[in-house]
């Protein structure tokens, strides 16, 4: 195991030293949910709980719980829980057959980072963890449905997930969520967003709404050692603030 920092220091999180290792898109995804201290939250797909962290660690008293396949991520995210100080549970089950200490969980908050990709689209990863994280044989609607059912009404969901999955993950949420949301992250000014933050409201109203693009790095190339984060991503990945989406 290895201990990684985030937030500039204030989460540590430990982490195996080979497979599926946490970057920037869980604290992207934490960082949006726009949850108040006292409601509660639920992931998906916790892994080794670094969204669960990032948010409990940002918003405070919240009742955190996570879902997670695999038993030695669902384990590392309670150490990880526990050892930044925040209460939560974490249970071991599939988002396919959830468990019924899930469907009886009704909460405030959803969020979720499924596997960016079809397995049968893609070179398989050696590490049994690593595949499991980057192309879960679960369907993506299936991780949707699961969210609209745990919320309660005009409670939210918030997925990060690849931009050409975009289709298939706007239809799923549109079947069981209103109020839709999505936000382009771009790498850089003039360069084709990769991944989509994506929002909705159980019961929500209002018009779908598409956001312009946020810039992860700034200037046109990576041409030095060391990081090129926009200011505004620097406050959320080093400052631990929040990232609202637009108004």
Not at 68 to 97: K, M, T
Not at 110 to 136: C, H, K, S, W
Not at 149 to 162: E, M
Request: glycine letters at 12%; a positive charge.
């Amino acid at each position: 195991m290895q201990r990684s920092d985030f937030l500039g220091g204030q989460v540590r999180l430990w982490q195996p030293r080979e497979g599926y290792r946490a970057g920037i898109d869980p604290v992207l995804l934490a960082a949006c949910v726009p949850a108040k201290a006292g409601q509660s939250v639920l992931e998906l797909g916790c892994g080794a709980g670094p969204a669960l962290c990032c948010l409990g660690t940002r918003v405070p008293r919240l009742r955190l719980t996570g879902l997670e396949i695999q038993p030695a991520y669902a384990a590392l995210a309670r150490r990880n829980l526990a050892e930044n100080r925040l209460s939560g549970e974490v249970i071991e089950g599939d988002i396919g057959a959830p468990p019924g200490a899930l469907k009886a969980l009704t909460v405030d908050h959803v969020l979720a980072n499924p596997p960016y990709f079809e397995t049968e689209r893609r070179t398989i990863a050696p590490d049994a963890g690593r595949e499991m994280a980057l192309a879960g044989e679960v369907p993506l609607g299936a991780w949707v449905r699961l969210a609209a059912k745990r919320l309660r009404d005009r409670g939210t969901a918030t997925f990060i997930q690849r931009a050409e999955r975009l289709p298939e993950l706007l239809a799923s949420m549109a079947e069981g969520l209103g109020s839709l949301e999505l936000w382009p992250l771009a790498p850089r000014e003039g360069r084709a967003p990769r991944l989509i933050l994506a929002r909705g409201r159980k019961g929500g109203r209002a018009a779908f709404r598409l956001h312009a693009p946020l810039i992860l790095h700034s200037g046109p190339a990576h041409i030095e050692d060391g990081e090129d984060y926009t200011d505004l991503i620097r406050t959320v990945l080093r400052g631990g603030e929040a990232l609202n989406f637009p108004p």
